[in-house]
């Protein structure tokens, strides 16, 4: 069974930076696109940004030239960088792949921008 577990989330102030972390196990990471996604509180689960095997990136318009999405296929793990963070971003964030496997979705980690 595919497992994916996310790290590095906590408690910043607006304009802050934060890096997440995504270890993955049990699959052939390097061959997936993978991605980021959050689910703020009574909000849709949504895409943040995705990174494919060879390194092209996608960020959702919202987070466009805020957040950065890098991979390492040697370590298996997908990173987060965050900067200029906003009250907005607060959410529970979660990797998988994309399109995200419905039963490989992790634990989260929770980031919450607030002052």
């Known amino acids: 069974q595919v497992q994916l577990v996310e790290s590095g989330g906590g408690l910043v102030q607006p304009g802050g930076s934060l890096s997440l972390s995504c270890a993955a196990s049990?699959?052939?990471?390097?061959?997936?696109?993978m991605g980021w996604y959050r689910r703020a509180p009574g909000k849709q689960r949504e895409l943040v940004a995705s990174?494919?095997?060879?390194?092209?990136?996608n960020y959702a318009d919202s987070v466009k030239g805020r957040f950065t999405i890098s991979r390492d296929n040697a370590k298996n793990v997908v990173y987060l960088q965050m900067s200029s963070l906003k009250p907005e971003d607060t959410a529970v964030y979660y990797c998988?792949?994309?399109?995200?496997?419905?039963?490989?979705w992790g634990p989260g980690t929770q980031v919450t921008v607030s002052s």
């Open positions: 998988n792949l994309y399109p995200p496997g419905l039963n490989y």
């Open positions: 990174i494919t095997s060879g390194g092209s990136t």
């Open positions: 049990r699959m052939m990471f390097r061959i997936y696109t």
